[in-house]
């Protein structure tokens, strides 16, 4: 594994050489394997293999980026030449810079097994789900099923001293189901992902849900326009963590963009409740040992018993607003950092999900979401929505083709999550409630 960062010590060499004042690269190096199959029959197999280099170096305050997919020592002085030459046109930017060398040990996660499968194995898994998929009753096509393996090497050094590398592997599956007739299908999905083979969920039990899921949707009927408790399920409650990170994104916050921008030190949330962030878990499907400017990682509490305790923030907008890197820099070979949260969540609650809607009259429990209707200037949330109705606390007939509507500072204050917590995506919520939600139906 030391050959990348030595091909990386060799391009900050000639970065510096070239009058570079300092600089960073990136080297990522992988392998992918994917397989498609539907009704039955293999439609695609693909294998990627690549590496890509990126350089990032700064003269005074300004800063350029160049990348190659050559590792070649004998081609990086006129790589640096031509990134320091491009540095030197561009405008200053006056909290651009390397971060501060930090303090601290890098962490062994074990985000790499040795499983690299054969064709025939992710065809069996691909086969296993759709099959599944197939065998429930209403069913009548699929999309197919997907099984994907990458593996991929990320090594990362800086004139600041700081050089590490890491391995991450992933292993996943997906299908759809579509269930009905002509202008009455309905069609759902389910998809997994791991790091580990052996972590990775059985194929067979992702085919039947989606399926069984499909079915349930069939002849939807709309609601009527109410305010209604709303209750989202794990799967699309997870999209409000991503607003709240979005408008805690210390980018975001610095630009002025964000309508939690006076809100630091404030409760945000509900009393109670806790958003984590966990660069450091072990097998943790965004979990990494440092970040894209070589931090090492670290865990956190977002928000604690509901107050606001920390933006999400990489180097740039940490010294806009006058504080400390949270260690959050995410990157590519060709793009400068940005912040980014890692593996989030929303801690549950203590209440099951049939308990926390046990005393709804009338309600709805929503599982798809449609469109981007957030403004993150003033929090006005607007979503396309499909579900089913709940009718004294219990699950009724399908919905869909109307839209939930409020405000997130109303929403985030009136979430209450029940205790079904499962860690699937990277970004996880339990089962959330929220009351007085404004339906605009039929």
């Known amino acids: ?41 293999m439609e695609q197999v693909e294998r990627a293999e690549g590496q890509d280099i990126g350089l990032r170096v700064f003269v005074g305050r300004r800063s350029a980026i160049v990348s190659t997919t050559d590792p070649t020592p004998t081609g990086f002085a006129e790589l640096a030449e031509r990134a320091v030459a491009m540095a030197r046109v561009v405008p200053e930017d006056p909290f651009g810079g390397l971060p501060d060398r930090a303090a601290g040990t890098i962490p062994v996660l074990d985000l790499c097994d040795n499983e690299e499968p054969e064709v025939a194995a992710l065809l069996a898994r691909c ?11 209403g069913v009548t096509n699929t999309e197919g ?14 004139t600041n001293g700081f050089a590490g590398e890491y391995m991450r592997a992933s292993h996943s599956i997906s299908v759809t189901a579509l269930a009905g007739s002509g202008t009455g299908m309905e069609r759902d999905y389910d998809y ?5 083979l052996a972590d990775l969920e059985d194929a067979a039990g992702l085919g039947r849900l989606a399926a069984e899921q499909a079915v349930a949707r069939l002849n939807p009927g709309r609601p009527d326009t109410a305010t209604l408790p709303i209750v989202y399920s794990p799967r699309v409650a997870s999209s409000l963590l991503g607003h709240l990170t979005s408008a805690i994104n210390g980018a975001s916050v610095a630009r002025g963009t964000s309508f939690l921008r006076d809100r630091m030190g404030e409760r945000v949330l509900a009393a109670g409740l806790v958003v984590r962030d966990d660069a450091t878990r ?3 499907l965004r979990s990494r040992p440092f970040d894209g400017e070589g931090v090492p990682a670290s865990a956190r509490a977002l928000v604690e018993d509901g107050v606001l305790k920390t933006w999400v923030l990489d180097t740039r907008s940490a010294r806009q607003l006058g504080l400390a890197t949270t260690g959050h820099a995410a990157r590519g070979v060709s793009s400068p950092p940005s912040p980014s949260t890692t593996n989030l969540w929303l801690e549950p609650g203590i209440l099951s999900p049939e ?7 009338l309600g709805i429990y929503v599982t798809e979401l449609i469109g981007m209707g957030v403004n993150g200037v003033t929090g ?21 083709g109307f839209t939930i509507a409020g405000n997130l500072t109303d929403i985030f204050a009136r979430m209450v999550p029940a205790n079904d917590l499962r860690f699937r995506r990277g970004t996880d919520s339990p089962t959330v409630r929220v009351d007085g939600m404004t339906v605009a139906g039929g």
């Not at 997994?192 to 580990?196: E, F, G, I, K, P």
């Open 1 to 41: 594994m030391s050959n990348h960062l030595d091909t990386l010590d060799h391009l900050l060499r000639a970065a510096r050489a070239a009058g570079a004042d300092a600089a960073d690269a990136l080297f990522v190096n992988g392998a992918s394997l994917s397989v498609q199959r539907r009704l039955g029959q």
């Open 127 to 137: 086969a296993a789900a759709e099959d599944a998929a197939l065998a429930v009753k």
């Open 145 to 158: 099923a997907d099984a994907s393996w990458s593996r991929t090497h990320i090594a990362l050094a800086a």
């Open 192 to 196: 997994a992902s791991a790091t580990h």
């Open 282 to 284: 072990p097998r943790g």
């Open 355 to 361: 308990s926390l809607m046990s005393d709804i009259t």
């Open 380 to 400: 006005d949330y607007s979503r396309g929505a499909a579900g089913f109705m709940i009718r004294n606390g219990v699950l009724a007939e399908a919905v869909s």
